[in-house]
């Protein structure tokens, strides 16, 4: 089951954000990602819509770390097949995850206001909805995104959120429960794997 947000992208467990330098480069990076999205959430259709959110998921989100990272503890624990396993099939889970959270803003385009540096390679990007007037539902709305910049400078999307809440960190609790509860290890991984199987099958 795919989970469903209303006003926030993501389920994830909110952290604090310290203050820090802008980074503009990351900013610039986000608002390319954004005004390439902008036509995808404006298609006149649904088939549309969610085709254009998966090219832009595929081409901008690191899903190789972001998979990894939700598997906490057990990343290193996990069998080469069940890897195998996982790592597309966790593309597909998240594809469907962002695919229905950012539907819900069709119509609507975002714009970078600021970001905060946690380190060097470690950057979340501000963004809110374009245009937004007071009373609007989306007039609040403060959206996140979390940017990864490796060792030669390329940047990817790890992680996006709004409201303090997030994708990757809720992913982790409850992928880490669902493993520990059937038992840890390779056990444990595969009653994941079906979990996953089962979640991309009724999404």
Known sequence: MIVRLSAALFVFLAFT???????????RYVQIILDE??????AATQEERLAGIAALVYTHVDMRRTAMFTLGQYARRITNAQKDAFLPLFR????LVYQDALSEYSGQAL?????????ARDII??????GA???DRFADLVVQ??????RDGVMKIVDAGAADIWLAIEQRSQFTSIIANNGGGEQ???????????RVKNG
């Open 17 to 27: 954000l310290t203050p820090a330098n802008a980074d503009d480069a990351a900013e």
């Open 37 to 42: 999205a902008e036509p995808a959430l404006a």
């Open 92 to 95: 597909e889970y998240a594809t």
């Open 111 to 119: 714009v970078v206001t600021g970001s905060v540096d946690r380190s």
């Open 125 to 130: 990007v501000i963004s809110k909805v374009k």
């Open 133 to 135: 007037e007071p009373g």
């Open 145 to 150: 995104w979390r940017v990864y910049r490796n």
């Open 188 to 198: 444990g991984m595969d009653a994941l794997l079906r979990e996953l199987r089962n």
